[in-house]
């Protein structure tokens, strides 16, 4: 595919009736943000950058400067939902200080470099992502309730399915975006679903995920309804989680596909390395109180081990005999930030790989696993206390996140009153 140049982005825009564009980036918690500039003032952007005021945006504090942001061509979007006259586009952004130097908090360059690395060490790494959400009902003010859309479980099919017209509103969509989804369906929760991404590199299919929430709570609103990612929104209901599914190829091979019934050792010290590291990177997976109310049940995982066919281990490897093998990482949910979840897992892996980690025997009905960190506050202290997540990510994003995590697990241990409203937001805002 060729690349696209600035050049080019101003050339769709002019053509394209385009009058606003927005200029995306992120905080540490992969929250996007953004600045809406006219498109008059594309050119002056791409040349010269545009101005932000980091103090108020999570994780940038302390930065101490004023700093820009570079649009990316690569991420031209249009929004199918604005108006096609006077139409919008977004752009992601590169975030730059006033030197030109990139900007350390810059969580998308930080998956850039992770991958690069990958591709130095001879992987070429694809990803294909299993995201699961919920649908639930407003109420007379228009407010989210906990009622879901519908009482369907997995694979159910209308009229008992509510969710068919939605997600087909919302495949197409992300199609007009130039996002790839490959199937849905409806889980086993009520009003839950699921949507499925073709395979593509790993900053694409993690610029693409940020695109993805955007577009389901947008067709949500549009059918006055309310989408949430929250892992756990109902106790007694399946949560909901984000799988990341790895395609790896090392000098055109499938890593994980079985060569007379073995599998490769690079593949097995890439898996091995993910395992020795799980517990102290998850904080990055599941990075909220209500990600680990999730775990260890409707066969989401809580042990650190890994299988072939075992639906509920950490780390699975279906179609192992097949061209098609992967890894699917299991424990991660969509309030992650998909740059530093990409970003850790891609070096977790490249360290095993470093290292030539032994593979642990495969989960049995016999064997020991250790454990997925219970809470929030065990998973924010494996990761404070590990050299291994220090030497993964730039300080300033460690120490940023971590200190927030750490306000986080404060407030919500402060009364049942404050961690309720923690929850009320939570549900809201992911």
């Given at each position: 595919?060729?690349?696209?140049?600035?050049?080019?982005?101003?050339?769709?825009?002019?053509?394209?009736?385009?009058?606003?564009?927005?200029?995306?980036?992120?905080?540490?918690?992969?929250?996007?943000?953004?600045?809406?500039?006219?498109?008059?003032?594309?050119?002056?952007?791409?040349?010269?950058?545009?101005?932000?005021?980091?103090?108020?945006?999570?994780?940038?504090?302390?930065?101490?400067?004023?700093?820009?942001?570079?649009?990316?061509?690569?991420?031209?979007?249009?929004?199918?939902?604005?108006?096609?006259?006077?139409?919008?586009?977004?752009?992601?952004?590169?975030?730059?200080?006033?030197?030109?130097?990139?900007?350390?908090?810059?969580?998308?360059?930080?998956?850039?470099?992770?991958?690069?690395?990958?591709?130095?060490?001879?992987?070429?790494?694809?990803?294909?992502?299993?995201?699961?959400?919920?649908?639930?009902?407003l109420d007379e003010n228009g407010l989210p309730t906990r009622i879901p859309h519908d009482r369907a479980g997995y694979l159910d099919v209308a009229p008992l399915d509510k969710g068919e017209n939605i997600r087909r509103r919302i495949c197409l969509t992300l199609?007009?975006?130039?996002?790839?989804?490959?199937?849905?369906?409806?889980?086993?929760?009520?009003?839950?679903?699921?949507?499925?991404?073709?395979?593509?590199?790993?900053?694409?299919?993690?610029?693409?995920?940020?695109?993805?929430?955007?577009?389901?709570?947008?067709?949500?609103?549009?059918?006055?309804?309310?989408?949430?990612?929250?892992?756990?929104?109902?106790?007694?209901?399946?949560?909901?989680?984000?799988?990341?599914?790895?395609?790896?190829?090392?000098?055109?091979?499938?890593?994980?596909?079985?060569?007379?019934?073995?599998?490769?050792?690079?593949?097995?010290?890439?898996?091995?390395g993910v395992l020795s590291h799980a517990a102290e990177m998850t904080v990055f997976f599941n990075p909220i109180p209500n990600s680990y109310a999730r775990f260890g049940l409707f066969k989401a995982p809580d042990t650190i081990d890994w299988s072939f066919r075992?639906?509920?281990?950490?780390?699975?490897?279906?179609?192992?005999?097949?061209?098609?093998?992967r890894m699917d990482f299991r424990s991660p949910d969509s309030s992650c930030n998909p740059y530093l979840a990409f970003t850790m897992l891609i070096r977790a892996g490249l360290d095993g790989i470093r290292q030539q980690m032994p593979l642990p025997p495969m989960?049995?009905?016999?064997?020991?696993?250790?454990?997925?960190?219970?809470?929030?506050?065990?998973?924010?202290?494996?990761?404070?206390?590990?050299?291994?997540?220090?030497?993964?990510?730039?300080?300033?994003?460690?120490?940023?996140?971590?200190?927030?995590?750490?306000?986080?697990?404060?407030?919500?241990?402060?009364?049942?009153?404050?961690?309720?409203?923690?929850?009320?937001?939570?549900?809201?805002?992911?």
């Open positions: 595919m060729m690349k696209r140049t600035a050049q080019d982005v101003i050339s769709f825009v002019e053509e394209n009736n385009i009058k606003f564009v927005r200029l995306a980036f992120f905080d540490v918690f992969g929250v996007m943000k953004n600045i809406s500039i006219m498109s008059s003032e594309l050119k002056e952007a791409f040349e010269h950058g545009v101005s932000i005021v980091p103090s108020s945006i999570d994780g940038f504090e302390g930065t101490g400067t004023d700093l820009k942001l570079f649009p990316d061509p690569q991420t031209l979007r249009v929004l199918p939902w604005r108006p096609h006259n006077d139409g919008v586009v977004r752009l992601l952004c590169q975030i730059r200080r006033p030197d030109g130097t990139v900007y350390e908090g810059d969580v998308r360059n930080a998956l850039k470099e992770a991958v690069s690395e990958a591709e130095q060490a001879g992987l070429e790494i694809s990803t294909g992502l299993s995201c699961e959400f919920y649908l639930f009902k199609e007009e975006m130039g996002i790839h989804p490959l199937s849905s369906h409806h889980e086993n929760g009520p009003g839950q679903n699921e949507i499925d991404f073709r395979y593509s590199d790993m900053l694409s299919a993690a610029d693409d995920f940020v695109s993805f929430k955007s577009v389901v709570k947008t067709a949500a609103q549009k059918e006055v309804l309310y989408a949430s990612f929250l892992p756990k929104p109902l106790p007694d209901s399946s949560g909901s989680g984000m799988h990341i599914n790895l395609y790896i190829r090392e000098n055109g091979q499938n890593i994980f596909m079985l060569q007379n019934g073995q599998m490769s050792k690079t593949a097995q010290s890439f898996i091995a075992n639906l509920n281990p950490l780390v699975r490897l279906p179609e192992a005999e097949n061209p098609s093998a989960a049995s009905a016999a064997s020991t696993s250790a454990f997925l960190p219970e809470t929030l506050s065990q998973a924010s202290e494996l990761a404070k206390n590990s050299r291994f997540v220090r030497d993964s990510l730039p300080e300033i994003i460690v120490s940023n996140y971590l200190d927030i995590i750490s306000d986080t697990v404060i407030r919500s241990g402060q009364g049942g009153e404050l961690k309720k409203l923690m929850e009320e937001r939570y549900f809201e805002i992911i």
